[in-house]
T-cell receptor, first 114, second 117 residues
């Protein structure tokens, strides 16, 4: 089954404790992206990747890191989480990134930073 | 900068009634346009998309949307709502060209739909 998976689905952590949220897709998609969803703000892009070893900032990259060492995986790293990073995070992928390709979303990771 | 506005934060309709969710965008040129739906606890699912051609687009689950260039709008409609349509709906735009906006979707704030029996 074609899908985007994220782990963990729920995470509670404390300020400053490094964490990684994994994202994997099995569709051989080139383009992958991370979004955060906050009430009243919709989804905002954090980082995106056009292919292996090619990443760039989205609208709200501060406090996040990403890497793309393999085509299928695109982990999101919070080196020193803070309470304002409490949010719902979505990973997405698409065949390309030219705008017209459908983006497929993972189920989301709900993060609480105390 | 591009932006997407969904004026209605929350809409309540009765089952069987018609539905229209509004979406307006501000963009340098006509972007690609999308509607996504998010059911409680779920990820986002694409309902429909507009790239070019016929301005009335049909999607899944009986939804349709109409692109109106003069109004910079892409409103979502359904003639008869079912209780299972209760969800949050997001309008999104994507750039037609590459550059710094490569692949990025810009989302509206979302509209929560409640369906009364």
């Amino acid at each position: 089954e074609a899908q985007v998976t994220q782990n963990p689905r729920y995470l509670i952590t404390v300020t400053g404790k490094k964490l990684t949220v994994t994202c994997s897709q099995n569709m051989n998609h080139e383009y992958m992206s991370w979004y955060r969803q906050d009430p009243g703000l919709g989804l905002r892009q954090i980082y995106y990747s056009m292919n292996v070893e090619v990443t760039d900032k989205g609208d709200v990259p501060e406090g996040y890191k990403v890497s793309r060492k393999e085509k299928r995986n695109f982990p999101l790293i919070l080196e020193s989480p803070s309470p304002n990073q409490t949010s719902l995070y979505f990973c997405a992928s698409s065949l390309g990134g030219r705008g017209r390709e459908t983006q497929y979303f993972g189920p989301g990771t709900r993060l609480l930073v105390l | 900068a591009q932006s997407v506005t969904q004026p209605d934060i929350h809409i309540t309709v009765s089952e069987g009634a018609s539905l229209e969710l509004r979406c307006n965008y501000s963009y340098g040129a006509t972007p690609y346009l999308f509607w996504y739906v998010q059911s409680p606890g779920q990820g986002l699912q694409l309902l429909l998309k507009y790239f070019s051609g016929d301005t009335l687009v049909q999607g899944i689950k009986g939804f349709e949307a109409e692109f109106k260039r003069s109004q910079s709008s892409f409103n979502l409609r359904k003639p008869s709502v079912h209780w299972s349509d209760a969800a949050e709906y997001f309008c999104a735009v994507g750039p037609r060209a590459g550059g710094t906006s490569y692949g990025k979707l810009t989302f509206g704030q979302g509209t929560i739909l409640t369906v009364h029996p």
